[in-house]
Structures are given as structure tokens and as C-alpha cells.
């Protein structure tokens, strides 16, 4: 073997070491790092390649830290709807959708959003919807003589469902009309059917939000005083007073008289008189309430909320002590009670569950959060701690401090607790659990120390 072969050998070896090195130290670095290097490589190709490095201006890149997994098919189809709609071929455009509105399972896709920002310059970004939802709303985007093309190729199909739905009562197909056919006629009266369900039984929120869809429908104009003024009672239930306000106006323009219902002609201060009796809140009146323990009945309802700042805003005492120079001792009963469970390093649990209900209050929403005090019951402004209104409870520990017959009794018994694992000064859940239906708020009255089970023996 000749000394140039050796040597050319030499350096293969040698280069080869060298790559493995390369792609092991690349291979610890970071993600993040690996993805700026690969783009400092792209942009340094295009300019060697004269192309410009610099993105499009006003364009923002879609960046997460999850990976959802989207079907390149779907989004394929989208954007060609997109071009066929600017292209006004309708039939095309709508077949395409209609498809992906009958797909089997809904998925994520990724679409741009074009929106002048505080400077007053456009601004590009993508964001991932549903492709369902993205469907239909680009079928919204077309123009009366597109959505006319729509109703030809579908009107038949929603019609013959919507009638099968009607007849079996199966509210399951109806809500199928009304997402894959929304934009047909037969979907606008699933839409409203589906409405009228949830008003009836007092589930105002989903009703709200039918209705909401409804009027949002090329059709709106042609909706019934009867289906408006029920968009109105359910946005007025939902404490959305400017949305019922606004239909009303509608409506009185229509006919200044009143509404007809059946052959009936009702005057507007009866249907007032009828929108007032519906109480203006329910359980699911406002997302962000909390009527009962657990915020529903099934006690496993999932609040809604942002992530918490861990900032006291507002303090409320526990306690009110009046101008008796007794009153303090409710307190000193408390405290004494607290530190026997930190000596014995006993979790203290108390069973005062607060809950959040929303009222209306001059037209404007009224935040509140209610909680049992060891005074009474106690409703207070949920933003800023301010007192609403208070109750007071004739067997509370504070009201009974200021009897001394009655206080040594309770805290006698309290005391009888003091060996166990657990005192109801705390832990008493039947009278710490509330509810409310937005009207009213419901509570247990009982002793706030019952006497221990041993002394009743």
C-alpha cells in the first residue's frame, strides 16, 4: 500500500471521529438551541442565495409546547375552500366543507387571522380552531347567492333528519343538524328547538348561547317575534341585559303593540310582567359562579378560572364582636381550640365552604361571595370585599357569647371535643355547606357546637 493511500485514509478516520463528536455534542443541546442554529443555517442559504432572511412583517409564529396532531388533508382543504370562495365557485366550496362537517372525528387545524393591532398596522396570526368550527365559518363568509348553493345541495339531507329527529325525539340527531347543517333552514330551527329545550328547563346559559348562534344566521331576519322574544328572556336570565335589551327594541319596532302567539295578541307590559317572573339567575346563570359545595350537585363541577396571583385583595373577619365586653370570648374559644390542634399537630380542615353567585344591580353585574361566619352568614362584593348584607344566626358563637347562661354550656361542650381528632367549631359541614339559586341563599341553622355524643350517653 502506497504512503498516499495510507495518508488518505488517515484523514478519513480522522474526519469521521471528528463528525461523531459534532453530532454527540449537538445531540446534548438543547431543543431550543438546535432549532436557532438549523434557522441561523436557513437564513444564511437564502442569503447566499440573494433570497431575503427577514419574515413576512406583522407575522407572528405559532409556538407550542405540546404537539397536536393535525391531518395535512384537512388543512389542505380548507385552504382550498378558502380560494374557491374568493374565486365565487360556490358548489365547490361548499361540497369541500360539507365533508369536512360529516368528518368522523373533529381535529385541530391551523389558520390565520388578519387583525389591526393598537398602532393601527395589520397583524397576522395563527392559531389552531377546530376544523368543524373553521368549516362553518367559512361557510358564513359566502354571500347570499353561496349559502344559496348550500341550501340546494344539503337543504334535503338536514330537512329529512330534522324530521326524524322531531319524530323520535332524539335531541342528540337534532344537535347533529344543527352543526353539520347550521347554515341550512332546517339547521336554524334546530338551532332554535334546541334553544327552547334549554329555556324551558332552566338551563339559561346553553339557551343563551343557541340563541346567541341563531341570531348570528343569514336567516336572523326572518325569525319569529315569538323565537326573538325567547333569545331575549334567556339573555336576560343570563344577566346579558343589553343583548335582551337590544331585541326588545327590535321587537317593539315590529309592532309596538305587543307579540302574537297563536291568534292571540299579548300587550308588551304582560310580557313584561312574564319576563319578570322568570328569576333572573339559576345554577348555570353565570360560568363563573359557585351556588353550592362542589359548585353543582354532583359536587365534582370544574371551575373556571385563570391561574391564581397568590395577592391578598381583601380580608373579612371571622368574627363580629359587638359592644358586649363578652363578645371576645367567641374568639378566645377559637383560638384556644386552634392551638390545642397545633400542639397535637392535627391538619385543621374547616368546613366553611364559601360559594359566588352573580346579581344584577343598576343593569350592571353584581359579583358576590357568600360564606357562614362565626356570627351568621355574610354576601360580599367578590371584587373589592365590601359588605353586601349580613344575617345574623341566633346560635352562632358570637350570639351566644353574649348569654352567659347558654356560653358555658357551649363552651363546655366544645371542650369535650378537645381529646378527639376533630371539633364541629370547625368541621361542622351542615352548617358550614350553602347554596343558592341566585335568589335566595339556603342554610342549616343549628347549634354551632352540638353537645358531645358521650355526654348525651
Avoid at 326524524?164 to 338551532?191: C, D, I, N, P, S
Wanted: glycine letters at 8%; aromatic letters at 8%.
Amino acid at each position: 500500500m502506497s504512503i498516499t493511500r495510507r495518508a488518505i485514509m488517515v484523514v478519513k478516520g480522522l474526519t469521521f471521529v471528528v463528525l461523531l463528536v459534532l453530532l454527540r455534542a449537538y445531540a446534548q443541546e438543547p431543543a431550543g438551541k438546535q432549532v436557532a442554529q438549523a434557522k441561523k443555517v436557513q437564513e444564511k442559504a437564502k442569503a447566499a442565495a440573494g433570497a431575503p432572511a427577514a419574515e413576512e412583517p406583522g407575522k407572528e409564529e405559532m409556538t407550542d409546547a405540546l404537539s397536536i396532531p393535525t391531518d395535512r388533508k384537512s388543512q389542505q382543504s380548507i385552504n382550498a375552500a378558502q380560494d374557491l370562495i374568493k374565486e365565487e365557485k360556490w358548489g365547490e366550496a361548499a361540497s369541500i366543507l360539507q365533508k369536512l362537517l360529516e368528518s368522523k372525528e373533529d381535529i385541530f387545524v391551523e389558520v390565520e387571522r388578519r387583525a389591526k393591532g393598537p398602532d393601527g398596522k395589520e397583524k397576522v396570526t395563527r392559531q389552531r380552531t377546530s376544523l368543524r368550527v373553521e368549516a362553518n365559518r367559512l361557510l358564513g363568509t359566502m354571500p347570499s347567492q353561496g349559502l344559496a348553493f348550500y341550501e340546494l345541495q344539503n337543504g334535503a339531507r338536514a330537512r329529512a333528519d330534522l324530521a326524524q329527529a322531531k319524530q323520535t325525539g332524539q335531541r342528540q340527531l337534532m344537535a347533529q343538524v344543527a352543526q353539520r347543517y347550521f347554515h341550512t333552514a332546517a339547521g336554524a330551527e334546530a338551532t332554535e328547538l334546541l334553544g327552547t329545550y334549554r329555556l324551558d328547563r332552566g338551563d339559561y346559559r346553553m339557551a343563551a348561547l343557541y340563541f346567541e348562534r341563531l341570531l348570528s344566521h343569514h336567516l336572523a331576519e326572518k325569525l319569529s317575534p315569538v323565537t326573538l322574544y325567547k333569545a331575549a328572556l334567556a339573555f336576560k336570565c343570563t344577566g346579558d341585559q343589553a343583548k335582551a335589551d337590544t331585541i326588545r327594541q327590535q321587537l317593539t319596532k315590529k309592532d309596538p303593540r305587543g307579540i302574537t302567539i297563536g291568534d292571540q295578541l299579548v300587550a308588551w307590559d304582560r310580557l313584561e310582567k312574564e319576563m319578570d317572573q322568570f328569576r333572573a339567575g339559576s345554577t348555570t346563570a353565570n360560568t363563573f359562579d359557585w351556588p353550592t359545595f362542589g359548585g353543582a350537585p354532583s359536587r365534582s363541577a370544574e371551575g373556571i378560572g385563570g391561574a391564581p396571583f397568590l395577592e391578598v385583595k381583601w380580608t373579612q373577619d371571622m368574627h363580629w364582636y359587638g359592644t358586649d365586653s363578652r363578645a371576645a370570648s367567641a374568639k378566645d374559644l377559637v383560638d384556644e381550640t386552634l392551638r390545642g390542634f397545633e400542639d397535637r399537630q392535627l391538619p385543621i380542615l374547616p368546613a366553611f365552604y364559601p360559594i359566588a353567585a352573580t346579581l344584577q344591580k343598576d343593569g350592571k353585574p353584581l359579583p358576590l361571595v357568600i360564606f357562614r361566619s362565626f356570627f351568621g352568614i355574610h354576601a360580599v362584593n367578590a371584587q373589592n370585599g365590601k359588605l353586601h348584607w349580613n344575617s345574623p344566626s341566633a346560635l352562632s358563637i358570637d350570639t351566644l357569647a353574649h348569654d352567659p347562661t347558654k356560653w358555658n354550656n357551649v363552651a363546655s361542650w366544645s371542650k369535650s371535643y378537645g381529646l378527639g381528632g376533630s371539633n364541629p367549631l370547625f368541621e361542622n359541614s351542615t352548617l358550614g355547606s350553602l347554596s343558592t339559586d341566585n335568589v335566595y341563599v339556603y342554610v342549616v341553622e343549628d347549634l354551632a357546637v352540638p353537645p358531645h355524643p358521650n355526654l348525651t350517653m
